[in-house]
């Protein structure tokens, strides 16, 4: 196989400051071609720090892909240390130049000494096209050791991944003659770890060569199968051998594969038996209208919502009884129908769903507590509501809340439009 | 200093599957004590790679933190390695066991063989108490190792966080009479990460012991300061210290510090100046109001909105003229502008602002493609409206079409609300 290490190099990871969403993707991107990501590390803005990292990884890595550093500031050290380690030295790249000149002339900004050194790159490396900022990308091979180094800033970083990093991949798989890898997920919901573990029993009990990984989470438990292969085609089979076998003893708990998780199948749900839908919302502030719009075609089905987060706005915009509002209060199942029965009529949905609750962290009570939120959904002529508690954490109940509803759009589409 | 690695074990983070938000936690929390974490790895679930990775990070740490690889299933391995790496045995611990009927009992669930093997730790471990699920953390000290070991799921890690971990780094830092290191983060708007630089210039022109770093990003620059001392309070003076030379020379960038961005500045100046705003959105369907809505206190300044997400809905519920959309589209200056207009109106907000635009990947045209979003702001008897292109990217449009709402809001409240 085609061993990748990926090593951040960035204090801003380290001490916690943002995400490392850079190494999820290119993971991503690695693994779906083949190849076997084994290994991440993040590191300080630190030369001595790097030259450790590199001969560590080196002794177990095919290719190294290293990012962030490359900007022009002195906390930068990437470009220079990597250059160290590999005995070179930096020069003008006038292909790199060029480019810098062109973004700054495309951005009406003047060109700086800081901008010129952007444009130096080892000697013995290649550069990697960087059509969206200045710090280029490039890559070294020396003695067997293949090194990437890319920029930090995300759409830099997707920019030469996307222009070049597959074809260098693709090229040391063949190169190589290595064994690719290959996964799929099934996304389950409704069933516990332990619980599908013990329906699908051992791995052992399959006469197959694949792995099995179990990812629990609140949106439900997500099936990993795994399988290598001497292309991605026979590890593909090698997986949907083992899937016929496995598929009649869970298929009621599946809600879809890889990435296509539980707005994807509602979608294609709502797109093939033609419907509509609306949302009401108060303590979710617009967010299930944001997820239910967040995929390509959502117009097709999603026709609108109200986000009615005061009283006043309830009962002006959604036509909530203001004696609804004062008997039950805004967080209660009646005001949970009504503003879902109600924004049902407004935009002439076939479905509409509503959310109000107590998100946190102030506002609860000794009745509803932080956490508690009412769903109400309409359909036909029909309205329901269910209540829910879900905890203290405020993003985290407005997150639930929303899952919550698309688990129940997804219920009444199977139960009452079936065709 | 109290170095700390981390090490996550999962292959669900190597292949990219999911993203590592449980190490920026972890980091965030250690940074804040003051402890210095200085490595970050992600291995797969397998004995070999945790046995040499152990190997290399204690090399360098003082604490090493591992996340993953407890659950009941075959995939994982952590528990088992972690105690033969330290030449123990498994024991069933009472306590553990305990816990684990109890949560048992509470979710009505029946007790497995494979939940007894979850009560089982090393016999020289701490058990770290976990009462949100059934995987245990524990402790290791040994031969001046000390190793901590947590689940991989995230409410059960930040559980054991919250409720041990804090006190076993501080009382670390005590007995190593460990220096501190402290940050604090300017977040700035409307400068370059170069210029910003060569406002303040290099880190060697003052006489202060701080560190130095900018984040570029698309929502601005951050600036982030570091200083070590021999507690909190004495790296928080030299940090204000150095802080206060360069306030005056970039103070008109400042939107924030740490980790209050401009959500938090628009939150208190609506709160301050007593106004209130309202959303009519359509390609971020929701995700303004969303956004608006994230934070606790803000159904004291957001009213609501509407999200028309078809051209029906933008003139039965926001009034926008059907001439103007037949005429203009409903992508354009005019829509905007009748939007926010029209969503004052009903919300009767002091501030109102609207969004249309085409987020993609489809529905782009010569005249307007992909990712040109319209905003409009109506406030007084005023209304404005902005265009945008943004890109190729839905997610990233919709994204940046909220954000550059917020920076537009910011910037009425200060021209057009001063006291």
């Known amino acids: 196989m085609l061993n990748i290490s990926i090593i951040t190099i960035g204090d801003e990871i380290l001490i916690g400051q943002i995400l490392n969403s850079n190494v999820q993707f290119l993971s991503d991107f690695c693994t779906k071609l083949g190849a076997n990501v084994i290994y991440h590390s993040t ?18 890595s095919d290719i190294v892909i290293t990012t962030g550093g490359l900007g022009p500031t002195e906390d930068d050290i990437t470009k220079q240390s990597i250059c160290e380690y590999f005995n070179d030295n930096l020069i003008l790249n006038n292909e790199v130049l060029d480019n810098i000149k062109e973004l700054f002339k495309q951005r009406n900004r ?33 003695k067997n050791k293949t090194v990437i180094v890319l920029p930090g800033v995300p759409s830099e970083m997707k920019y030469i991944v996307h222009n070049s990093l597959g074809k260098i991949i693709e090229r040391k798989i063949i190169e190589k003659n290595s064994e690719v890898i290959k996964y799929k997920t099934i996304n389950t919901a409704g069933i516990f ?26 949106k439900g438990v ?28 869970i298929s009621k708990y599946i809600i879809g594969y890889d990435n296509n998780d539980l707005i994807n199948l509602i979608k294609d749900n709502l797109i093939n038996k033609n419907l509509t839908i609306s949302t009401a919302e108060s303590c979710t502030g617009g967010l299930l209208g944001s997820i239910l719009t967040s995929i390509d075609g959502s117009s097709k089905y999603y026709l609108g919502g109200i986000i009615t ?5 309830k009962n002006k915009l959604l036509n909530v009884n203001n004696e609804t509002l004062m008997v039950y209060g805004a967080v209660s199942f009646q005001t949970a129908e009504e503003m879902a029965k109600n924004v049902k009529d407004l935009f002439k949905s076939d479905i509409s769903i509503s959310i109000t609750g ?23 002529d029909k309205v329901q509501s269910y209540k829910y508690n879900f905890g203290n954490d405020r993003l985290q109940n407005r997150e639930r809340a929303c899952y919550q509803s698309l688990l129940l759009i997804n219920n009444i589409i199977y139960e009452n439009f079936s065709n």
Chains 1, 2 share one sequence.
């Open 309 to 313: 987060y005061s009283n006043e706005a």
């Open 358 to 380: 107590i998100a946190g962290p102030t506002g609860g009570t000794i009745d509803k507590p932080i956490g508690t939120v009412f769903i109400g959904i309409a359909f036909k």
């Open 43 to 60: 590191i300080g803005d630190n030369k001595e720090a790097l030259f450790r990292e590199l001969n560590y990884v080196f002794d177990f």
């Open 193 to 218: 770890e332990s619980d599908l573990a013990e329906i699908i029993g051992s791995k052992l009990d399959y006469n197959d060569e694949i792995s099995l990984a179990y990812l629990p989470s609140t």
């Open 110 to 142: 003047e060109l700086k000494d800081l901008h010129y050194k952007q444009a130096e790159i080892p000697s013995k490396s290649i550069p990697l096209e960087n059509r969206v900022g200045t710090a280029p990308g490039f890559l070294i091979n020396e």
């Open 222 to 249: 997500r099936l990993r199968i795994g399988a290598k292969g001497k292309n991605l085609i026979e590890a593909q089979q090698k997986i949907l051998n083992f899937e016929n076998k496995i598929l009649n003893k």
